[in-house]
């Protein structure tokens, strides 16, 4: 596919995509918000004493990692946990989950993250789990507390000696200074040195004790207790309703590709290029309607988009064959029910506006439309005139005038020729209804005497429109094809399969059909390019909408007199309101457009 391609299913299922967006956001929305928020809180303790130490080695601190490995895949075990637990006095124990350690690469670090809905249970559970820990280590028991309880108790005594020899060597040393006699001197310098052989005795048993306090390395210590959190970790709204929609435009993309990718309908003028190998005469908007009479546009709505399609329809027609012109033309479709009497009816009328003479048949004699589309009755029609061979072959023609769309009766002699229907302009449309159902159409469709009837139609007409039942249907619309100069394929936009549109445009190659091209029937405005054209005729139909509308603002927005004085002047402009042509009824000029 190319660019342009996908551009294209993009904007044909817009609102797909928009939904999914919607739906997908406003349902994770919705369970976001229902979802409880969750809060974290972190304790960070340290492995060994390494960073205490004044010259710490290399082992200090490979051994501390590795206790720090063992003491993160303690924190989760039941004994910490239970701890806590009973610590904080929870009925519960916290689930594993909910509790997380990771070590800080590269060092001593371990960080411990709980997981709480409440911010503070969530800090006091983090600082409980981290005093767990350090009650698993070897320096944590009661006799090894009672030890260190004894040995702090020495080093303040110790440190308070230390302190009062210190004293005592600088008062020796001030009486040194100020003794005169040798005796004198000589024993003060005794007692100095004897005080700082004491001093030197405390601090050697203090630094011995020292050692003892600070631990060895399999020692834990908390370097930053947890804080309370403020902000919840999850859920994260705006993550997740961004995520969301994400998912939901995929999804809708993808959804819309695999139908496309899976429809395997005839839809634009590239698809038909590439099925049947045939060029595309006209794309026709969808008609609407109850009735079939409200369905004939091209007489009732002669300026509207659709109108102008059936013409711009009408001159490709008449420029597919410039060499060898098509006085009769056959309207078929693949399938029934895909809108080709309507299409044809339509065509006959424009035609009919611009000019010619027109002849309409409905060689349908399955399931005939035409007279219900003219308002004609059916009671004889085209297989009286093929089956009794007494009766002329257009006894019983039926004849419209598009201004009442009503249909007459020729009625006349053996052979005689069919009033001409009030003229348009120039041309004239007249109808021949299908009559009775036959028995075997196909045979009726392929007689002589039919071929005599097409001859003395095209005789008698500019153009002989017939309308055929569907070409895979039966055999009808392949037999008369044969009798016609050419032969016009309708694909129903969207509902015509690319299968069945192929078997039918073989099953007419096979009888050496003149196939002039496509008509795409009930195409999307915007696919079939009508959106442009509407846009132009509602802005401007020869200026008369536009004044229109313009006056009508005027009368609303205007001062009273100068509504009055326009009303005049607009009584002036013409003879009279009697001489005026009707709104609804468009002139003969007008016809012709």
């Known amino acids: 596919m190319a660019l342009e391609q996908y551009l294209t299913v993009i904007k044909k299922w817009w609102w797909l995509i928009a939904?999914?967006?919607?739906?997908?956001?406003?349902?994770?929305?919705?369970?976001?918000?229902?979802?409880?928020?969750?809060?974290?809180?972190?304790?960070?303790?340290?492995?060994?004493?390494?960073?205490?130490?004044?010259?710490?080695?290399?082992?200090?601190?490979?051994?501390?990692?590795?206790?720090?490995?063992?003491?993160?895949?303690?924190?989760?075990?039941?004994?910490?946990l239970q701890g806590a637990a009973d610590a904080l006095g929870l009925p519960y124990v916290p689930w594993p989950g909910s509790v997380s350690a990771r070590t800080v690469p590269g060092t001593q670090?371990?960080?411990?993250?709980?997981?709480d809905t409440s911010p503070e249970r969530a800090r006091a559970l983090a600082d409980e789990v981290a005093r767990?820990?350090?009650?698993?280590?070897?320096?944590?028991?009661?006799e090894d507390q009672a030890r260190l309880a004894f040995v702090q108790a020495q080093l303040q005594h110790l440190e308070e000696n230390i302190q009062a020899t210190e004293e005592e060597i600088e008062a020796e040393q001030a009486r040194l200074d100020a003794a005169n006699s040798a005796r004198a001197i000589q024993q003060f310098q005794n007692n100095i040195a004897a005080l700082q052989q004491k001093l030197a005795s405390y601090r050697s048993t203090y630094a011995s004790l020292l050692q003892t306090v600070q631990g060895g390395t399999n020692y834990i210590s908390v370097v930053e207790?947890?804080?309370?959190?403020?902000?919840?970790?999850?859920?994260?709204?705006?993550?997740?309703?961004?995520?969301?929609?994400?998912?939901?435009?995929?999804?809708?993309?993808?959804?819309?590709?695999?139908?496309?990718?899976?429809?395997?309908?005839?839809?634009?003028p590239d698809d038909v290029a590439r099925t049947a190998d045939l060029p595309t005469l006209g794309v026709i908007a969808r008609i609407k309607g109850k009735g079939y009479q409200e369905k004939l546009v091209a007489a009732?709505?002669?300026?509207?988009?659709?109108?102008?399609?059936?013409?711009?329809?009408?001159?490709?027609?008449?420029?597919?064959?410039?060499?060898?012109?098509?006085?009769?033309?056959?309207?078929?479709?693949?399938?029934?029910?895909?809108?080709?009497?309507?299409?044809?009816?339509?065509?006959?009328?424009?035609?009919?506006?611009?000019?010619?003479?027109?002849?309409?048949?409905?060689?349908?004699?399955?399931?005939?439309?035409?007279?219900?589309?003219f308002c004609?009755?059916?009671?004889?029609?085209?297989?009286n005139a093929i089956l009794e061979p007494n009766t002329a072959l257009l006894k019983h023609g039926w004849r419209l005038e598009l201004e009442g769309f009503a249909g007459s009766s020729s009625g006349g002699d053996e052979g005689e020729v069919p009033e001409r229907a009030k003229a348009i302009g120039t041309g004239s449309l007249h109808v021949v209804t299908s009559g009775p159902f036959p028995p075997r159409p196909a045979d009726v469709l392929g007689s002589?005497?039919?071929?005599?009837?097409?001859?003395?139609?095209?005789?008698?007409?500019?153009?002989?429109?017939?309308?055929?039942p569907a070409v895979l249907a039966a055999a009808d619309a392949a037999v008369l094809s044969t009798r016609v100069d050419g032969v016009v394929l309708l694909y129903d936009a969207g509902r015509t399969k690319r299968a069945m549109a192929r078997q039918a445009v073989e099953r007419l190659r096979q009888v050496d059909a003149n196939l002039l091209g496509v008509v795409l029937n009930r195409v999307s405005?915007?696919?079939?390019?009508?959106?442009?054209?509407?846009?132009?005729?509602?802005?401007?139909?020869?200026?008369?909408?536009?004044?229109?509308?313009?006056?009508?603002?005027?009368?609303?927005?205007?001062?009273?007199?100068?509504?009055l004085l326009d009303r005049l002047k607009r009584s002036g402009d013409g003879q009279g309101a009697d001489q005026r042509q009707p709104a609804g009824d468009p002139s003969p000029v007008e016809m012709q457009q």
């Not at 670090?109 to 997981?115: A, F, M």
């Not at 309507?342 to 060689?363: P, R």
């Open 225 to 268: 207790p947890a804080t309370m959190p403020t902000r919840p970790i999850s859920p994260r709204v705006r993550e997740t309703v961004l995520l969301a929609a994400a998912i939901g435009v995929v999804l809708a993309l993808g959804g819309a590709f695999l139908i496309e990718f899976l429809d395997n309908t005839v839809k634009t």
């Open 109 to 115: 670090l371990i960080e411990i993250s709980v997981r």
């Open 525 to 563: 405005p915007r696919r079939g390019g009508y959106y442009a054209y509407q846009h132009y005729y509602s802005q401007s139909q020869d200026g008369k909408r536009t004044e229109r509308q313009r006056r009508q603002k005027r009368g609303w927005l205007a001062p009273p007199y100068l509504v």
């Open 376 to 383: 004609l009755d059916n009671h004889h029609g085209l297989s």
């Open 19 to 80: 939904a999914s967006i919607l739906l997908a956001a406003a349902s994770s929305y919705y369970s976001v918000s229902r979802v409880p928020r969750t809060y974290q809180a972190v304790t960070t303790v340290m492995v060994g004493q390494g960073l205490r130490k004044a010259n710490p080695t290399f082992q200090d601190f490979s051994i501390s990692q590795q206790l720090a490995q063992t003491y993160v895949s303690m924190v989760q075990r039941q004994p910490i």
């Open 132 to 142: 767990q820990l350090i009650l698993q280590t070897p320096t944590d028991s009661a």
């Open 300 to 373: 009732r709505q002669p300026r509207s988009p659709i109108a102008e399609a059936f013409r711009a329809l009408r001159t490709n027609i008449q420029f597919s064959s410039v060499d060898k012109p098509v006085r009769t033309l056959m309207v078929a479709s693949p399938t029934p029910l895909e809108g080709k009497s309507v299409i044809l009816a339509n065509l006959a009328v424009v035609m009919a506006q611009s000019g010619l003479s027109v002849i309409v048949v409905d060689a349908d004699l399955r399931r005939p439309v035409q007279h219900a589309i």
């Open 448 to 468: 002589e005497r039919m071929r005599a009837l097409v001859e003395e139609l095209k005789n008698q007409a500019d153009v002989v429109l017939f309308d055929t």
